[in-house]
Antibody
Framework: QVQLQESGPGLVKPSETLSLICAVS?????????WGWIRQPPGKGLEWIGS???????YYNPSLKSRVTISADTSKNQFSLKLSSVTAADTAVYYC?????????????????????WGQGTLVTVSS | DIVMTQSPDSLAVSLGERATINCKSS????????????LAWYQQKPGQPPKLLIY???TRESGVPDRFSGSGSGTDFTLTISSLQAEDVAVYYC???????????FGQGTKLEIK
């Protein structure tokens, strides 16, 4: 059974960097899946932040791209999120999730799809 | 970016009755080469992460009750709950995963309650 668990500070000061880790158990992140981050401000909807493949291929939401870095540590079977220069608008529950892929054999491209397994989420508050 | 718009924003349905939620994309999410609609539906209950219900617009995820069904193609999609149960009270989201490079977007959510 695939399990994902987010961890990191629950409180971050404005202008600092938010750092979270997603530990994956029951499945190797080196498999043909993408691993992503999604956030949800209190009482609001879902926003995709970005996704990573074990090869290091990453995709980011253009609205956050200048501040986001997602990386993977296959030896620890985990991946991480860094979001710099945070403001109160970055206060949210942050989820990590797994995406199956679709393989296009004419191009050799693996496209990340929907999110089939999610962590429980961790609330990060940006406040001084 | 592809904008996903759900309707209605909230919905109250009696137990045992049919619930219908709509999702419209700002451009088609049907990929012609494989005839697949790149559209998923999720259910989120309070204090829980979203749960995948439907992918490829109409394929039910394993373990999801068959009262949940998805339909539609191109830009217009529907999630139907055939006979509402008390445990179906939740917020429902649609999501497109069509964009290459990926820029995944969700609808704003539809809150489903018991009438």
């Amino acid at each position: 059974q695939v399990q994902l668990q987010e961890s990191g500070p629950g409180l971050v000061k404005p202008s600092e960097t938010l750092s979270l880790i997603c530990a994956v158990s029951g499945y190797s992140i080196s498999s043909a899946y993408y691993w992503g981050w999604i956030r949800q401000p209190p009482g609001k909807g879902l926003e995709w932040i970005g996704s990573i493949y074990h090869s290091g291929s990453t995709y980011y939401n253009p609205s956050l791209k200048s501040r986001v870095t997602i990386s993977a540590d296959t030896s620890k079977n985990q991946f991480s999120l860094k979001l710099s220069s945070v403001t109160a608008a970055d206060t949210a529950v942050y989820y990590c999730a797994r995406s199956p892929t679709y393989y296009y054999d004419n191009s050799g491209y693996y496209q990340p799809l929907y999110f089939d397994y999610w962590g429980q989420g961790t609330l990060v508050t940006v406040s001084s | 970016d592809i904008v996903m718009t759900q309707s209605p924003d909230s919905l109250a349905v009696s137990l045992g009755e049919r619930a219908t939620i709509n999702c419209k994309s700002s451009q088609s999410v049907l990929y012609s080469s494989n005839n697949k609609n790149y559209l998923a539906w999720y259910q989120q209950k309070p204090g829980q992460p979203p749960k995948l219900l439907i992918y490829w617009a109409s394929t039910r995820e394993s373990g999801v009750p068959d009262r949940f069904s998805g339909s539609g193609s191109g830009t217009d999609f529907t999630l139907t709950i055939s006979s509402l149960q008390a445990e179906d009270v939740a917020v429902y989201y649609c999501q497109q995963y069509y964009s290459i490079p990926p820029v995944y977007t969700f609808g704003q959510g539809t809150k489903l309650e018991i009438k």
